[in-house]
């Protein structure tokens, strides 16, 4: 990348990973940021809203030494271009087909049903699963809802 490109347009450009930080009793302690293309690039603090000017502020200065030292920067992953059909193929042992089969009718649900179900209840109600993601570039509010809900934000810094 060229050393006169604007860094604060670029920096806006990154989608942010903010999360809450509990201690061993399950209590959130306080909120961490990270930019997944941008190694080591995180930030932190007390409040979500300071997680997430932390970051930015981590993010410029991640460019502005990646251009000193003429490292190649990373381009922005730009999921909003991305199309997801909500289809995927899965292979699995045709043992695990069966069981998942037989439980999916003791449910009185088809398999696929079923699936998401596992899916969902496995990584969504335990805060494993993305809560949000937007591509607004200029995100510097979080929601109220985004502050109940447990789990990941993907936000654009």
């Known amino acids: 990348m060229e050393k006169n490109i604007n860094i604060e347009r670029l920096a806006k450009q990154y989608r942010v990973v903010l999360y809450p930080i509990e201690d061993l009793d399950g209590e959130k302690i306080e909120w961490g940021a990270e930019v997944p293309e941008l190694p080591g ?10 997680a997430l000017a932390m970051v930015r502020d981590a993010i410029k200065a991640w460019l502005e030494v990646a251009i000193e030292r003429g490292k190649k920067i990373p381009a922005p992953k730009e999921f909003g271009e991305t199309e997801f059909s909500g289809k995927f193929t899965l292979r699995l042992p045709k043992s695990l087909h069966k069981i998942l089969s037989f439980r999916a009718e003791e449910e009185g649900l088809s398999l696929n049903q079923y699936l998401l179900f596992l899916l969902t209840k496995n990584h969504y109600l335990e805060g494993k699963f993305p809560k949000k993601y937007t591509d607004n570039h200029n995100s510097d509010k979080i929601s109220p809802q985004d502050k109940v809900n447990k789990g990941k934000t993907f ?3």
């Open 41 to 50: 690039c995180v930030g932190g603090g007390e409040t979500e809203e300071e």
């Open 155 to 157: 936000l654009k810094s």
